[in-house]
C-alpha cells in the first residue's frame, strides 16, 4: 500500500512557477524557500517545485 506519494517538477523560474500553480490549485504551498516549493493537495498527494539548476546536484 502506497501511504504517500509526491512529484516534483524542476522549474526554470521557481517563483513565477509557484505563482502559476498557487492559483491553478488555489492554494498557499505549505514550504517555500529557495531551493523548494512544495503543495499538500487535499488527497495528501505532495506536488513539489525545485529549481532546475538543482538537477546538478542529483
Known sequence: MIHQCMTI?????????????SDVF???????????TE???ENGFKFGLMPMENI???
Open 9 to 21: 517538477l524542476y522549474v526554470s523560474d521557481q517563483e513565477a512557477a509557484r505563482a502559476f500553480y
Open 39 to 41: 503543495f499538500k493537495l
Open 56 to 58: 546538478r546536484h542529483l
Open 26 to 36: 488555489d492554494i498557499l504551498p505549505n514550504l517555500h524557500v529557495p531551493g523548494m
